[in-house]
C-alpha cells in the first residue's frame, strides 16, 4: 500500500527532477492476473546535481521482479525497493544510462480502476494523476516527458485490438496463440498521458484532411453492436478538428486519431494523446432515444478531450497546481467551439447557469479554493468545478 497518503504539496517546494529523462521503452506482456512490464528508461542526471544522489522513482503497490542497469544485473546493495518507491545508488555522473524494470501486475484484481486494469475481458488504463506509477516504477509526475515506444503482447483471440499511445508502427503472429503490435509516440509526453487498451472491440472508420494536406486515420472503438450508434460522434471530431484548425491554427499532429469508449471506464474521458478513453454514454446516441441535450453534451466533451491535444498535451503542466492550465483553458476551448457550432447566447446562458448551481456554491462553503492552489494533500479532489468552470473564465 502507498505510505504517502497524507503527505501534503506544497506549490513553493517544487524543484526540478534531479535526473532527466530521455526516451521509455515500455513491452507488456498481457496476461488477466500476471501481466509482465518491462520498462527501459534511458536518463542522465541533470546538470549541477551531485553525484551521490540516487534515483528515485515512484510506485504504487508495485513487485520488482528484475532489475538492469545498462543491461547488467544490479547488485541488491545498490538499490531499495519497495511497493511505493524504488531507490537506485550509484548511477553514472555524466554519461546517460539504460535502466531496465521489470514488474508484474494483476490487472483482474485492480479494482482501483486507476493504471492497468481489466474489465468485462477489455484491458484499459487510467494514468491521470498518479496511475502511472501502478504500472511500473517511474518519475510519475507532470514535468517529464520523453517520447514512448510501445509493445503489446497479448492472446491473439482475445484481444484482437492492440492500442496504444501514437502512431502504429504495425504488428504480427508473435508465438503460439499470441500476436503482438507496437506504437511509437514522437512528442515527449508526461505519464499521466499514457494509454493501453486491449481486447474485442467493434470499430467506426473516417479519414480527415488536414490543412497542410496530411490525412489522418479516424477510428472509434465500441463494444460491439454499438457502432451504429457512434456516427454523431465521429461527426463531431471531424468537426473539432476542423474547428481547431480554423479559429487556432492547430493542426493535428499524427497520423492516426483514436477514441475508445466503453461502459466501464471510470471516469468521464481522458484525453491520452492519440488515443481518448470514454465512457460510452458520452460517445454513443441513438436517434430513437436520444436527447438535444445529449447530443450537446456528446459533441462538447469530443471536442474537449480533442482540444487537449494542444492545451495540455503537447503544452502540458509544469505540475499538478497549473491543473488549471489545461482544463480551464480546454474548458474555454470547447465552450467556444459548442457557441459556433449553435448558439452562442443560448452557450452563454448555460455556462452562467453551471457556476451559480455549481461553482458559486464551492466558493462560498468550506471546499472553497483558488483557481491556482498552493497546496493539497490529494490531487484528485482538485478536480472541481472551480478549476474546470471559474478557470475558464479567468
Not at 289 to 318: K, L, S, V
Not at 327 to 351: C, N, P, Q, W
Amino acid at each position: 500500500m502507498r505510505t504517502d497518503m497524507g503527505q501534503i504539496v506544497h506549490l513553493a517546494d517544487y524543484r526540478p527532477t534531479d535526473f532527466v529523462l530521455e526516451r521509455v521503452d515500455l513491452t507488456f506482456e498481457l496476461d488477466p492476473t500476471n501481466t509482465k512490464v518491462e520498462a527501459r528508461l534511458i536518463f542522465h542526471r541533470r546538470e549541477g546535481v551531485d553525484t551521490a544522489l540516487p534515483l528515485i522513482l515512484d510506485g504504487d503497490e508495485l513487485s520488482l521482479s528484475g532489475l538492469l542497469l545498462d543491461q547488467n544485473a544490479l547488485p541488491a546493495d545498490q538499490y531499495d525497493a519497495t511497493g511505493d518507491k524504488l531507490v537506485v545508488r550509484g548511477l553514472p555522473a555524466e554519461t546517460p544510462f539504460e535502466l531496465t524494470i521489470t514488474t508484474h501486475i494483476n490487472p483482474e484484481a485492480n479494482t482501483q480502476l486507476m493504471g492497468l486494469y481489466r474489465t468485462n475481458g477489455i484491458y484499459c488504463t487510467q494514468c491521470e494523476a498518479e496511475g502511472f506509477r501502478r504500472i511500473t516504477y517511474f518519475p510519475d509526475r507532470p514535468d517529464v516527458l520523453a517520447p514512448y515506444t510501445i509493445t503489446i503482447i497479448g492472446d491473439k483471440a482475445a484481444n484482437p485490438v492492440m492500442l496504444s499511445n501514437g502512431n502504429f508502427l504495425g504488428g504480427a503472429g508473435y508465438d503460439e496463440g499470441r500476436a503482438f503490435a507496437a506504437w511509437f509516440d514522437p512528442h515527449p509526453k508526461p505519464s499521466y498521458l499514457f494509454a493501453l487498451v486491449a481486447g474485442d472491440l467493434g470499430v467506426v472508420e473516417d479519414m480527415f484532411e488536414t490543412m497542410s494536406g496530411r490525412d489522418v486515420v479516424l477510428k472509434i472503438y465500441v463494444e460491439h453492436g454499438k457502432e451504429k450508434r457512434a456516427a454523431y460522434a465521429m461527426d463531431a471530431l471531424k468537426r473539432s478538428m476542423k474547428w481547431d484548425e480554423e479559429r487556432f491554427g492547430r493542426e493535428y499532429d499524427l497520423n492516426i486519431f483514436q477514441i475508445v469508449a466503453v461502459s466501464d471506464f471510470n471516469m468521464g474521458a481522458m484525453e491520452n494523446k492519440g488515443l481518448n478513453v470514454f465512457n460510452d454514454k458520452f460517445v454513443l446516441a441513438d436517434p430513437e432515444t436520444a436527447t438535444d441535450q445529449d447530443y450537446a453534451n456528446i459533441e462538447a466533451i469530443i471536442a474537449h478531450e480533442y482540444f487537449h491535444n494542444w492545451t495540455g498535451n503537447r503544452i502540458t503542466c509544469r505540475d499538478w497546481f497549473q491543473l488549471c492550465l489545461k482544463e480551464g483553458l480546454t474548458v474555454y476551448r470547447d465552450h467556444e467551439f459548442s457557441a459556433d457550432m449553435r448558439s452562442r447566447a443560448v452557450k452563454r446562458i448555460a455556462e452562467v447557469r453551471r457556476l451559480k448551481s455549481d461553482q458559486f456554491p464551492e466558493d462560498a462553503g468550506p471546499l472553497a479554493h483558488p483557481v491556482r492552489p498552493t497546496v493539497y494533500r490529494e490531487i484528485n479532489n482538485f478536480y472541481t468545478t472551480t478549476v474546470y468552470e471559474k478557470g475558464s473564465q479567468k
